[in-house]
């Protein structure tokens, strides 16, 4: 039996999109990893399954798995495109997506231009999670990283210029150290000005991608507490750019950019190795 699938991307970080609400199609991590791979799959950074909501006042539960077949609690730029297809499919301008990360209010403005609330970060080092007690601000790491989760985890590098640290080089070391538990989302920002900022992120279980919601809102957070730009801020990507605002009166992080369907399409999950 063959399965349909939606291709979207938020500024070129892609997703496959399986919709199983109504069926289950035999869907294992290995079998998305296989899925995931650009030379012998669909390709995708990660691999989106939406599943019926069982939370109050949530509209779909949404899962995210990375290119390596391991879950994560939040993926921003899918979380836009589900909104997207939500509106687009089932005339949803507002939604509520239920992630492990918690309820995630998104919505779709009169531009086509998709917004999502990440809720607040965690800035606790158990939070992160971090393998020992450590202040997140200043991480115990060469750079001078910092911390937060953003229902997943990361660490920003601020770069005095860009040829710092090589994201393809540091990323995959960094993602493995020993600081966390459970892998980590590393970012490297170059802050342009108060209300700007040059972002890169090597992406846990993905690698380097075109562009991460997550890590945009954990580069702002994280350069907001350093007082190196305002709560507002625009974070240029590789693939283009997100608006991202740490909005003072809940704490809560807003991001603000562009979600886009590819094509659509069918595989056969036998295929691939389960
Ligand atoms: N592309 C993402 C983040 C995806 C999850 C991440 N790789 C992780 O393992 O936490 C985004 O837009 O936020």
């Not at 540091?170 to 700007?196: K, M, Q, T, Y």
Request: charged share 20%; glycine share 10%; with cysteine.
């Amino acid at each position: 039996m063959m399965t349909p699938f939606s291709k979207m991307h938020g500024l070129g970080n892609d997703f496959v999109v399986v919709d199983e609400r109504v069926e289950r199609h035999g869907l294992t991590p290995a079998r998305i990893a296989a899925l995931a791979d650009r030379h012998r799959g669909i390709g995708c950074d990660q691999f989106v399954v939406l599943r019926p909501a069982c939370r109050e006042g949530a509209d779909v539960f949404v899962r995210f798995f990375n290119a390596d077949g391991s879950e994560s609690g939040a993926c921003g730029n899918a979380s836009r495109c589900v909104a997207d297809l939500l509106w687009r499919g089932e005339g949803r301008r507002q939604s509520v997506l239920q992630t492990r990360a918690g309820l995630l209010p998104a919505w779709v403005d009169e531009a086509g231009l998709v917004s999502v609330d990440m809720g607040a970060p965690a800035l606790d080092w158990r939070d992160v999670p971090l393998a020992e007690p450590a202040d997140t601000l200043h991480l115990p790491l060469p750079g001078d990283p910092a911390a937060v989760s953003m229902g997943n985890p990361h660490a920003t590098f601020f770069l005095a210029d860009r040829l710092d640290l090589d994201p393809v080089v540091a990323g995959p070391l960094l993602e493995h150290d020993a600081l966390f538990p459970e892998r980590a989302n590393i970012g490297f920002a170059e802050v342009l000005s108060g209300a700007a900022m040059r972002l890169r992120v090597w992406e846990r279980g993905s690698g380097l991608t075109l562009a991460c919601g997550s890590g945009a809102c954990a580069a702002v957070v994280n350069a907001v507490r350093r007082g190196l730009v305002a709560r507002t801020c625009r974070v240029e990507m590789d693939g283009g750019a997100l608006s991202v605002t740490w909005r003072e009166e809940d704490g809560h992080v807003l991001m603000t950019g562009p979600a886009t369907t590819s094509f659509v399409g069918s595989f056969d999950p036998e295929a691939y190795p389960s």
